[in-house]
Structures are given as structure tokens and as C-alpha cells.
T-cell receptor, first 111, second 113 residues
Framework: NAGVTQTPKFQVLKTGQSMTLQCAQDMNHEYMSWYRQDPGMGLRLIHYSVGAGITDQGEVPNGYNVSRSTTEDFPLRLLSAAPSQTSVYFC??????????FGSGTRLTVV | SQQGEEDPQALSIQEGENATMNCSYKTSINNLQWYRQNSGRGLVHLILIRSNEREKHSGRLRVTLDTSKKSSSLLITASRAADTASYFCATEDRGSTLGRLYFGRGTQLTVWP
């Protein structure tokens, strides 16, 4: 039981490049979310999903896309990276109305 | 916008002392959750309290919830150096789309040996 697995752990992108942050969970959780964490800002919700085929926007969705084709996977796509997207990204999953299990994070730098 | 607001922003105590952190929020909630984050790591779920509960315990943790004041507190008794971390409250709003969890900015707790 690996929990929530995020890859990669570190990434450096050039402005304008695209990439996908991977997130997988093996706990059969219905809910999955992506957060970004910036110094002094806590965690802000980017996108979330309450089940396969269902996604919705959070507080800061601009510049990011998600899809949820399976219960296990919830990738986050950066379409055209910008320096403002330099952050630490966390994926999390939970059963309905339960506590979230977080991945260990992806530290992204956009230069 | 973030829902929860922790207070204080930073707390420094000696081992063996109790640590109390507070969280205030703005709207009606289904539940409130507390998380711990060690430096450079992901968040770890500590405790969830539902809107119809007033107090919950888990080991050395005690959480209270006052929905009339829209506030919660996390008490860590007999603190240890290993409790040094950032602590976040998070709320799931009542009536909003399920699956949306809002975090505050956190309290940085330092426990000195």
C-alpha cells in the first residue's frame, strides 16, 4: 500500500514549456485534489475530482488542466509554464468526508 | 480565498509544555480537519471533527469546535521536540460542492528540548 505517489519530485522548466505532474493513489479513494503551496500562503486548491470522469476548478485553476479517467490517477498538466507557477505541488486523496492523504510533493521551478 | 485562519502564526515552547493553536473560519462547515507538515514534507492528517461534534481526542491531541464562534482549537499536551512542525486547519464547507477543502496559512510550532 503506497498511498499517494507523486512524480517527479523535482522539476525545472523553461517559460513556455508544458509538462504533466503525475499522481496515483492505491487506496480506492473517490476524492482527489491538487494544491500548490507558496511561502506564507498555505495551500491553495487548484483542481479537484470527486470521482472518475468528474473534475472541477478550485481557487487557482488558471494555467492548469486535469483529467480523471480512472479512480487511481489524477494528472495535473501545465500548458505553458510561467515563473508564477514556481511552487511546491501536492496531490491528495480521501474517501468522501474523510481525512486526506497527501503525496510527498513536487518542487517545480520555472525559469 | 482561504477559509481558515490560524493563530498564532508562530509558537515557540519548551518540551513538556502544552501547545494551543487556534483556527477561525468564515462560513458554515461540514467538518474541520487539522494537519501537520514537517519541513520539506507532505501534510499528515491528524484529526477530523464534524460540525455536530464539540470535542475530539487522539492521543496527546485535543480538538475543540465552536460553530457559533466559527472557531476551533488544537491542543498538544506534553509537547516533544518531534512535534516541531507547521500545523494547518482545513474546512469542508457546508452546502458547497463536495471535495473542496480549504486550508489556512498555518501555525509554525517549535518545541525546544
Amino acid at each position: 500500500n503506497a498511498g499517494v505517489t507523486q512524480t517527479p519530485k523535482f522539476q525545472v522548466l523553461k517559460t513556455g514549456q508544458s509538462m504533466t505532474l503525475q499522481c496515483a493513489q492505491d487506496m480506492n479513494h473517490e476524492y482527489m485534489s491538487w494544491y500548490r503551496q507558496d511561502p506564507g500562503m498555505g495551500l491553495r486548491l487548484i483542481h479537484y475530482s470527486v470521482g472518475a470522469g468528474i473534475t472541477d476548478q478550485g481557487e487557482v485553476p488558471n494555467g492548469y488542466n486535469v483529467s480523471r479517467s480512472t479512480t487511481e490517477d489524477f494528472p495535473l498538466r501545465l500548458l505553458s509554464a510561467a515563473p508564477s507557477q514556481t511552487s511546491v505541488y501536492f496531490c491528495a486523496s480521501s474517501p468522501p468526508r474523510g481525512g486526506y492523504t497527501f503525496g510527498s510533493g513536487t518542487r517545480l521551478t520555472v525559469v | 480565498s482561504q477559509q481558515g485562519e490560524e493563530d498564532p502564526q508562530a509558537l515557540s515552547i519548551q518540551e513538556g509544555e502544552n501547545a494551543t493553536m487556534n483556527c477561525s473560519y468564515k462560513t458554515s462547515i461540514n467538518n474541520l480537519q487539522w494537519y501537520r507538515q514537517n519541513s520539506g514534507r507532505g501534510l499528515v492528517h491528524l484529526i477530523l471533527i464534524r460540525s455536530n461534534e464539540r470535542e475530539k481526542h487522539s492521543g496527546r491531541l485535543r480538538v475543540t469546535l465552536d460553530t457559533s464562534k466559527k472557531s476551533s482549537s488544537l491542543l498538544i499536551t506534553a509537547s516533544r521536540a518531534a512535534d516541531t512542525a507547521s500545523y494547518f486547519c482545513a474546512t469542508e464547507d457546508r452546502g458547497s460542492t463536495l471535495g473542496r477543502l480549504y486550508f489556512g496559512r498555518g501555525t509554525q510550532l517549535t518545541v525546544w528540548p
